[in-house]
């Protein structure tokens, strides 16, 4: 299982701080650090800065300098070497690949999701109390920022004024100090008074010339490497980028350094620096980018440097765990960039991919070892797990191991497992792949309904995972699955949460290093937080034995489960600060915690505590607070009290802190801000980071403490140690003993030091085993049925035959060694597979949804929970006059794919049968076809409290696939219908707006229509010369500007108001419109003399177009003529010359005139404009309102129509008077009239 939310992966083999160093007044100061976690360096946040803080770096502080260290660790990646299980300090695990304390709230997150730099910052404030460092507050930055502001912090300490010592390598012994060691006192413990201590040997440098500098990046690769690199820049707050930095290198463990802006460039500012985790000579650094985009490459640990421009910005860095040359790279556009020699070139992998959501192969899982896994987002704004080649990732190379679309920053590449959440409504989904098999759904219990799901750890052949549940606020509860991740059971409830400096949510869990199985959990239960500890993965948990006596021999009356022992699980959130509890995998059993004694978990009157055998009996041994270190392997315990204070001592035990001893490391008091705790394997070196004052220089204390171990180990040094739980020797299942050094030798572990010397399994018991998928444990402690899981049901994949293993509602504890006992009682039964009917048939398309567009190719997926699946028959019908049929349902795994080829909702069924029985679904399918144009058709004038039609004309048409929202006069929520039609009344005069959208699939157009609304008015229909049809192109706008015109020429030949005058162009050819005559809008002179004014108005108008004066110019030489169409078909034009004769004039009015009375008389009913100019005058006879209403029972006719036969028409023109309203898809060319436009 992966290491405790606190500490960076690969910690002991690349080591690096990033320490921010304030200005102190003389009483307190306030520090604040963030760890740099590998997989990407860069955090855009700003800090949120203190009233009284000066921030201006040129300035000298006149309390404190708003100063920020960072601690960082070289190039270490998420996928880096494996983790040694240590757990002395940490971070958050948002920010690490380890055991989490650190909830993500987005979705499916992971301890590795988080980006990989921290920083710390420090901060004074003289009104607030020094234990109120754990409450400062970070505030995200937005912008190009840099890398240094993380997300998160922690408190450092705060110094005194005092100057910085003269020498810089002494040895600080007893003379100087006055002692060097001295006993505990009631005060600071119970000590041993040798007079033979052996003396620290020290030396300080400090980073003279960089006072003004306020950000400070060290870096120390460890494997008995001695170079360490210095990294401090200055950040401008008043511009927001870094204006200056300084690169120092040291070659001795940091005795001295050596200042190296040569060697990268005198006028070079750098932002950032990376040591490449598989080969650690080799440091890549970036500039910043405010000046210069470039890379500067050194292959011999920063002796040298080689720069390379860069044509983008870099974010994040991820290395490849074991090729040391290639490099993943996240720039600030959301693009991902590969190298594979180092930097030197770059090649883009993919555009528009999600932060930190890439990942490098796995080895042994992944056929290709330059595969890159990741997230990347589709032009249409979804989502998608996308794997390709490093450098060969073009589309036709890319593959997509899931096939549908995935949620945003869910993507998680874990170990064995890969796992991703499906957008869904309204419930959470989460799918798992193990070893890269197909993604299956991960199974909580049913009605756990999952708001947060957060992977804890994947490496010990099974997920455990932290699930917020529906209602829960800030609690979790724990999951263990089985080895393929699928299915999940409860291992605790209610676990707290608590909410780190950054604003993140830490998981009050802990994993102890060392010992498999062992977790400690805080559980909110009534209202009181408690804290329990399991040793078999969370099967039993049970409270803390609180400690027989205080510091002072006096007994503490603490009984069970009333009184009990209650720790504080945060970690740092500085990995060089031990955080509230500490273990190492090295010293197995031995636990160091900050906690308190009563009812319930408190933070105050707390004090430091500590097991030596796992947990089972605690002592006291601080009653302050304290960071506690272990050396040599754990077999030492080094304690310096917490940061708020100077301190030139540290405390060290031998004996498993029962006797500590003082040791002298400065003459300075330091405010410490972190501590490098064996940073090579085959060096005895500690490396403090701190300040003295605000004045002082930044300083850096390298302690040796090889000189307080009198010898090296031998075998007569060690013991054994059995590990139990309360007496119980199996753990496990089985019976682990240890070897440990005897407390109180003064010797050194060698590297070969084994730790288990033995492990014995034992016989199965029952608390080996834990409830399986579907089962809960009663009070007896049975494992019975969940109310919904029927037990009884069995796999469809069992066919006939075959044989399946029945659960007895238990599974062994993944990793448990027992053998034998109760195990056969509790395994799974062998049992042959019955014959029985389809139960639980489920349809659903591929990728979820219940749309698709026309013509694409739709995959539908058939499932069923019970039944014979190799003699089961499969019929599917798709709703389109087709159907397939499958003899098994084993032919149906990848789906069943269909193409429609018309538009429309379609009832698909599947029908499963046996000669047992039948099973049936239903799914109806939405195939849409993007909608193209809209044309709103509405009336220009309308009667008040008349009911007219409106219609909306859709191409392409395709029926019961488009919505119509119909947003009408004044009325703020739309009408929604299925029918392109709507009828409507308005209420009121004036000119009123509807508009109309139509949604097709993804599609919405829109259109949008004026008309008014009067108590009565008067129309003309008009037609033109037919050398208008020949320049019409039939669009809105032409009919616009030909209505200007017509307007503009009619006001010519009549005295009207221009106002009151409209004239609207229809669409279609021949070319036609409508005049309308409008009420003046004061009618205080009566209703009778308004429309006298009309019927004037209307007379002139009629004259004017009869005698053809009403004409425009279209263009230069075309002249149109505007005609009076209701008397007549068409205008009498002759434009020949040559037959102007009377006789011949006669001759043809006769021949007109006969031929018009024919007409009248015998298809009065099929022409439309007489019927329309009848109605329209009876209709004035009595009110003079317009040919507008459904009452008025007008015809719509085509202008094909009339070359049709008499029957048709006459069929058509029925059908139409009684519909009242005429279908505006059936052809775009009608015969104009008030009701289209």
Same mark, same amino acid.
Not at 30 to 50: D, R
Not at 100 to 105: E, G, K, N
Not at 1129 to 1153: E, W
């Given at each position: 299982?992966?290491?405790?939310?606190?500490?960076?992966?690969?910690?002991?083999?690349?080591?690096?701080?990033?320490?921010?160093?304030?200005?102190?007044?003389?009483?307190?100061?306030?520090?604040?650090?963030?760890?740099?976690?590998?997989?990407?360096?860069?955090?855009?946040?700003?800090?949120?800065?203190?009233?009284?803080?000066?921030?201006?770096?040129?300035?000298?502080?006149?309390?404190?300098?708003?100063?920020?260290?960072?601690?960082?660790?070289?190039?270490?990646?998420?996928?880096?070497?494996?983790?040694?299980?240590?757990?002395?300090?940490?971070?958050?695990?948002?920010?690490?690949?380890?055991?989490?304390?650190?909830?993500?709230?987005?979705?499916?997150?992971?301890?590795?999701?988080?980006?990989?730099?921290?920083?710390?910052?420090?901060?004074?404030?003289?009104?607030?109390?020094?234990?109120? /460092?754990?409450?400062?507050?970070?505030?995200?930055?937005?912008?190009?920022?840099?890398?240094?502001?993380?997300?998160?912090?922690?408190?450092?300490?705060?110094?005194?004024?005092?100057?910085?010592?003269?020498?810089?390598?002494?040895?600080?012994?007893?003379?100087?100090?006055?002692?060097?060691?001295?006993?505990?006192?009631?005060?600071?413990?119970?000590?041993?008074?040798?007079?033979?201590?052996?003396?620290?040997?020290?030396?300080?440098?400090?980073?003279?010339?960089?006072?003004?500098?306020?950000?400070?990046?060290? $870096?120390?690769?460890?494997?008995?490497?001695?170079?360490?690199?210095?990294?401090?820049?200055?950040?401008?707050?008043?511009?927001?980028?870094?204006?200056?930095?300084?690169?120092?290198?040291?070659?001795?463990?940091?005795?001295?350094?050596?200042?190296?802006?040569?060697?990268?460039?005198?006028?070079?500012?750098?932002?950032?620096?990376?040591?490449?985790?598989?080969?650690?000579?080799?440091?890549?650094?970036?500039? /910043?980018?405010?000046?210069?985009?470039?890379?500067?490459?050194?292959?011999?640990?920063?002796?040298?440097?080689?720069?390379?421009?860069?044509?983008?910005?870099?974010?994040?860095?991820?290395?490849?765990?074991?090729?040391?040359?290639?490099?993943?790279?996240?720039?600030?556009?959301?693009?991902?960039?590969?190298?594979?020699?180092?930097?030197?070139?770059?090649?883009?992998?993919?555009?528009?991919?999600?932060?930190?959501?890439?990942?490098?192969?796995?080895?042994?899982?992944?056929?290709?070892?330059?595969?890159?896994?990741?997230?990347?987002?589709?032009?249409?704004?979804?989502?998608?797990?996308?794997?390709?080649?490093?450098?060969?990732?073009?589309?036709?190379?890319?593959?997509?191991?899931?096939?549908?679309?995935?949620?945003?920053?869910?993507?998680?590449?874990?170990?064995?497992?890969?796992?991703?959440?499906?957008?869904?409504?309204?419930?959470?989904?989460?799918?798992?792949?193990?070893?890269?098999?197909?993604?299956?759904?991960?199974?909580?219990?049913?009605?756990?309904?999952?708001?947060?799901?957060?992977?804890?750890?994947? /490496?010990?052949?099974?997920?455990?995972?932290?699930?917020?549940?529906?209602?829960?606020?800030?609690?979790?509860?724990?999951?263990?699955?089985?080895?393929?991740?699928?299915?999940?059971?409860?291992?605790?409830?209610?676990?707290?949460?608590?909410?780190?400096?950054?604003?993140?949510?830490?998981?009050?869990? $802990?994993?102890?290093?060392?010992?498999?199985?062992?977790?400690?959990?805080?559980?909110?239960?009534?209202?009181?937080?408690?804290?329990?500890?399991?040793?078999?993965?969370?099967?039993?948990?049970?409270?803390?034995?609180?400690?027989?006596?205080?510091?002072?021999?006096?007994?503490?009356?603490?009984?069970?489960?009333?009184?009990?022992?209650?720790?504080?699980?945060?970690?740092?959130?500085?990995?060089?600060?031990?955080?509230?509890?500490?273990?190492?995998?090295?010293?197995?059993?031995?636990?160091?915690?900050?906690?308190?004694?009563?009812?319930?978990?408190?933070?105050?009157?707390?004090?430091?505590?500590?097991?030596?055998? @796992?947990?089972?009996?605690?002592?006291?041994?601080?009653?302050?607070?304290?960071?506690?270190?272990?050396?040599?392997?754990?077999?030492?315990?080094?304690?310096?009290?917490?940061?708020?204070?100077?301190?030139?001592?540290?405390?060290?035990?031998?004996?498993?802190?029962?006797?500590?001893?003082?040791?002298?490391?400065?003459?300075?008091?330091?405010?410490?801000?972190?501590?490098?705790?064996?940073?090579?394997?085959?060096?005895?070196?500690?490396?403090?980071?701190?300040?003295?004052?605000?004045?002082?220089?930044?300083?850096?204390?390298?302690?040796?403490?090889?000189?307080?171990?009198?010898?090296?180990?031998?075998?007569?040094?060690?013991?054994?140690?059995?590990?139990?739980?309360?007496?119980?020797?199996?753990?496990?299942?089985?019976?682990?003993? $240890?070897?440990?050094?005897?407390?109180?030798?003064?010797?050194?572990?060698?590297?070969?030091?084994?730790?288990?010397?033995? @492990?014995?399994?034992?016989?199965?018991?029952?608390?080996?085993?834990?409830?399986?998928?579907? $089962?809960?444990?009663?009070? /007896?402690?049975?494992?019975?049925?969940?109310?919904?899981?029927?037990?009884?049901?069995?796999?469809?994949?069992?066919?006939?035959?075959?044989?399946?293993?029945?659960?007895?509602?238990?599974?062994?504890?993944?990793?448990?060694?027992?053998?034998?006992?109760?195990?056969?009682?509790?395994?799974?039964? #062998?049992?042959?597979?019955?014959?029985?009917?389809?139960?639980?048939?489920?349809?659903?398309?591929?990728?979820?949804?219940?749309?698709?567009?026309?013509?694409?190719?739709?995959?539908?997926?058939?499932?069923?929970?019970?039944?014979?699946?190799?003699?089961?028959?499969?019929?599917?019908?798709?709703?389109?006059?087709?159907?397939?049929?499958?003899?098994?349902?084993?032919?149906?795994?990848?789906?069943?794919?269909?193409?429609?080829?018309?538009?429309?909702?379609?009832?698909?069924?599947?029908?499963?049968?046996?000669?047992?029985?039948?099973?049936?679904?239903?799914?109806?399918?939405?195939?849409?076809?993007?909608?193209?144009?809209?044309?709103?058709?509405?009336?220009?004038?309308?009667?008040?409290?008349?009911?007219?039609?409106?219609?909306?004309?859709?191409?392409?048409?395709?029926?019961?696939?488009?919505?119509?929202?119909?947003?009408?006069?004044?009325?703020?929520?739309?009408?929604?219908?299925?029918?392109?039609?709507?009828?409507?009344?308005?209420?009121?005069?004036?000119?009123?707006?509807?508009?109309?959208?139509?949604?097709?699939?993804?599609?919405?157009?829109?259109?949008?229509?004026?008309?008014?609304?009067?108590?009565?008015?008067?129309?003309?229909?008009?037609?033109?010369?037919?050398?208008?049809?020949?320049?019409?192109?039939?669009?809105?706008?032409?009919?616009?500007?030909?209505?200007?015109?017509?307007?503009?020429?009619?006001?010519?030949?009549?005295?009207?108001?221009?106002?009151?005058?409209?004239?609207?162009?229809?669409?279609?050819?021949?070319?036609?419109?409508?005049?309308?005559?409008?009420?003046?809008?004061?009618?205080?002179?009566?209703?009778?003399?308004?429309?006298?004014?009309?019927?004037?108005?209307?007379?002139?108008?009629?004259?004017?177009?009869?005698?053809?004066?009403?004409?425009?110019?279209? #263009?230069?030489?075309?002249?149109?003529?505007?005609?009076?169409?209701?008397?007549?078909? @068409?205008?009498?034009?002759?434009?020949?010359?040559?037959?102007?004769?009377?006789?011949?004039?006669?001759?043809?009015?006769?021949?007109?005139?006969?031929?018009?009375?024919?007409?009248?008389?015998?298809?009065?009913?099929?022409?439309?404009?007489?019927?329309?100019?009848?109605?329209?005058?009876?209709?004035?006879?009595?009110?003079?309102?317009?040919?507008?209403?459904?009452?008025?029972?007008?015809?719509?006719?085509?202008?094909?129509?009339?070359?049709?036969?008499?029957?048709?028409?006459?069929?058509?023109?029925?059908?139409?008077?009684?519909?009242?309203?005429?279908?505006?898809?059936?052809?775009?060319?009608?015969?104009?009239?008030?009701?289209?436009?």
């Amino acid at each position: 299982m992966e290491t405790w939310a606190g500490f960076c992966p690969g910690l002991h083999l690349s080591l690096g701080i990033w320490v921010m160093i304030a200005a102190h007044t003389l009483q307190n100061a306030k520090a604040e650090i963030t760890c740099a976690s590998c997989p990407s360096p860069v955090q855009l946040h700003q800090e949120k800065l203190q009233l009284g803080i000066r921030t201006d770096p040129t300035e000298e502080p006149a309390a404190l300098k708003n100063i920020r260290a960072e601690f960082k660790e070289l190039g270490v990646t998420d996928q880096d070497t494996e983790m040694d299980g240590d757990h002395e300090a940490g971070i958050s695990a948002e920010d690490v690949p380890q055991f989490p304390q650190d909830v993500s709230l987005d979705g499916v997150s992971t301890p590795e999701d988080t980006p990989g730099s921290r920083e710390k910052s420090r901060r004074n404030s003289a009104d607030q109390e020094m234990a109120e /460092d754990a409450a400062l507050r970070r505030a995200k930055r937005s912008g190009h920022e840099f890398a240094e502001f993380g997300e998160n912090g922690w408190t450092g300490g705060a110094g005194v004024e005092a100057g910085a010592p003269d020498d810089r390598g002494s040895m600080l012994d007893a003379y100087r100090q006055g002692r060097s060691e001295i006993r505990w006192n009631r005060d600071e413990g119970r000590g041993n008074n040798r007079q033979d201590e052996p003396k620290l040997t020290s030396s300080t440098f400090a980073l003279t010339g960089d006072s003004a500098h306020n950000h400070a990046v060290v $870096y120390w690769s460890g494997q008995n490497s001695s170079v360490i690199l210095i990294l401090t820049k200055l950040y401008d707050f008043h511009i927001g980028s870094v204006t200056e930095s300084t690169l120092w290198r040291s070659t001795d463990y940091g005795s001295t350094y050596e200042r190296m802006n040569d060697k990268v460039g005198s006028k070079t500012v750098l932002s950032y620096l990376y040591v490449c985790p598989s080969n650690k000579r080799k440091i890549m650094v970036l500039t /910043d980018p405010e000046f210069e985009s470039s890379v500067l490459i050194s292959t011999d640990e920063g002796a040298s440097y080689q720069k390379y421009r860069l044509s983008f910005y870099i974010l994040s860095l991820l290395f490849h765990p074991t090729e040391e040359d290639w490099a993943l790279a996240y720039s600030h556009d959301q693009k991902l960039y590969s190298s594979v020699d180092f930097g030197r070139k770059w090649q883009l992998i993919h555009e528009h991919v999600t932060p930190n959501r890439f990942y490098w192969s796995v080895a042994g899982l992944d056929k290709e070892p330059d595969l890159v896994h990741m997230e990347a987002h589709t032009p249409d704004g979804n989502v998608q797990y996308v794997t390709c080649r490093a450098q060969i990732c073009t589309e036709a190379n890319r593959n997509y191991p899931f096939p549908g679309f995935i949620d945003i920053s869910s993507l998680v590449v874990q170990d064995d497992y890969i796992f991703i959440q499906v957008p869904t409504s309204g419930r959470a989904t989460y799918y798992v792949s193990y070893k890269r098999d197909p993604f299956i759904q991960i199974k909580l219990p049913k009605y756990s309904l999952p708001k947060d799901l957060h992977i804890v750890s994947t /490496d010990e052949k099974q997920v455990f995972a932290a699930v917020q549940e529906w209602n829960q606020n800030d609690t979790y509860n724990l999951y263990l699955s089985d080895t393929r991740g699928i299915y999940f059971t409860l291992a605790m409830e209610n676990v707290k949460t608590t909410r780190g400096i950054g604003g993140n949510q830490m998981l009050d869990l $802990y994993e102890v290093a060392g010992i498999k199985g062992m977790l400690i959990a805080n559980k909110r239960h009534d209202n009181q937080v408690k804290t329990y500890i399991t040793y078999n993965k969370g099967r039993d948990w049970r409270l803390l034995q609180a400690p027989a006596s205080d510091l002072e021999g006096n007994d503490i009356h603490c009984i069970l489960p009333f009184c009990s022992l209650h720790l504080q699980l945060q970690m740092s959130e500085n990995p060089y600060l031990s955080g509230t509890i500490s273990t190492k995998s090295s010293a197995p059993g031995i636990i160091v915690a900050t906690g308190n004694i009563g009812a319930e978990l408190s933070y105050n009157n707390v004090g430091m505590f500590i097991s030596s055998d @796992a947990g089972n009996s605690w002592r006291p041994i601080f009653e302050e607070e304290h960071n506690i270190w272990f050396l040599d392997k754990g077999g030492a315990l080094v304690a310096v009290k917490q940061p708020s204070v100077p301190t030139r001592n540290l405390w060290v035990s031998f004996d498993e802190g029962r006797q500590w001893t003082q040791h002298s490391f400065s003459s300075v008091p330091l405010f410490v801000d972190g501590v490098l705790v064996e940073a090579g394997a085959e060096n005895q070196i500690m490396t403090f980071f701190g300040h003295f004052s605000h004045r002082s220089e930044w300083q850096l204390i390298k302690i040796d403490y090889k000189s307080i171990f009198s010898r090296k180990c031998t075998e007569e040094d060690y013991q054994t140690w059995h590990l139990h739980n309360q007496g119980e020797p199996c753990v496990m299942g089985q019976k682990q003993i $240890y070897m440990k050094r005897r407390p109180g030798n003064y010797c050194m572990l060698g590297k070969d030091y084994s730790r288990i010397l033995s @492990a014995e399994s034992c016989i199965c018991r029952a608390h080996d085993f834990e409830c399986d998928y579907g $089962y809960e444990r009663r009070n /007896d402690g049975n494992c019975r049925p969940a109310f919904w899981f029927n037990p009884s049901t069995v796999s469809w994949s069992c066919s006939q035959g075959q044989n399946y293993f029945n659960s007895t509602g238990y599974r062994k504890v993944v990793l448990n060694n027992c053998t034998k006992g109760v195990k056969e009682m509790y395994t799974p039964r #062998k049992q042959q597979c019955p014959n029985r009917p389809p139960k639980g048939l489920l349809l659903t398309t591929k990728d979820g949804r219940l749309t698709a567009n026309l013509g694409s190719n739709v995959t539908f997926l058939v499932h069923l929970d019970e039944g014979d699946s190799l003699r089961t028959n499969i019929q599917l019908d798709f709703g389109d006059g087709t159907a397939v049929s499958y003899s098994n349902l084993s032919w149906t795994e990848d789906g069943i794919k269909h193409v429609y080829k018309t538009a429309g909702i379609f009832r698909v069924t599947a029908f499963a049968e046996n000669t047992l029985g039948y099973d049936t679904t239903t799914l109806y399918l939405h195939v849409t076809c993007p909608v193209e144009h809209v044309q709103l058709l509405a009336p220009f004038v309308v009667i008040r409290n008349k009911e007219v039609n409106i219609t909306a004309v859709v191409l392409p048409s395709h029926s019961r696939t488009v919505t119509y929202f119909w947003w009408l006069g004044n009325n703020t929520e739309p009408v929604i219908t299925l029918d392109g039609s709507i009828s409507y009344t308005f209420p009121s005069e004036g000119t009123h707006t509807v508009t109309v959208q139509v949604a097709a699939g993804n599609t919405i157009l829109q259109d949008t229509k004026s008309v008014a609304v009067k108590e009565f008015f008067k129309s003309l229909l008009l037609s033109f010369s037919p050398n208008l049809d020949e320049f019409n192109p039939d669009i809105p706008e032409w009919r616009q500007d030909v209505g200007r015109v017509i307007k503009k020429a009619l006001l010519q030949v009549a005295d009207f108001p221009e106002e009151q005058l409209l004239v609207a162009v229809f669409p279609g050819v021949p070319t036609a419109a409508e005049l309308f005559l409008l009420p003046y809008k004061n009618q205080s002179e009566g209703k009778k003399k308004s429309e006298e004014v009309l019927e004037q108005a209307s007379d002139i108008i009629v004259s004017a177009l009869n005698q053809n004066l009403v004409e425009f110019e279209l #263009k230069p030489g075309i002249r149109v003529i505007v005609y009076n169409t209701q008397l007549t078909l @068409a205008p009498l034009v002759d434009s020949s010359p040559r037959h102007s004769s009377s006789a011949m004039l006669m001759l043809l009015s006769v021949v007109f005139l006969g031929l018009a009375v024919f007409l009248i008389y015998k298809f009065k009913r099929k022409i439309p404009w007489i019927n329309i100019y009848a109605e329209v005058n009876q209709e004035k006879e009595q009110e003079m309102i317009g040919s507008v209403g459904p009452g008025d029972g007008t015809p719509k006719i085509t202008l094909s129509e009339f070359s049709t036969s008499k029957e048709l028409m006459e069929k058509e023109l029925d059908a139409r008077v009684k519909r009242g309203v005429g279908n505006a898809c059936e052809s775009t060319r009608e015969i104009p009239n008030c009701t289209s436009v």
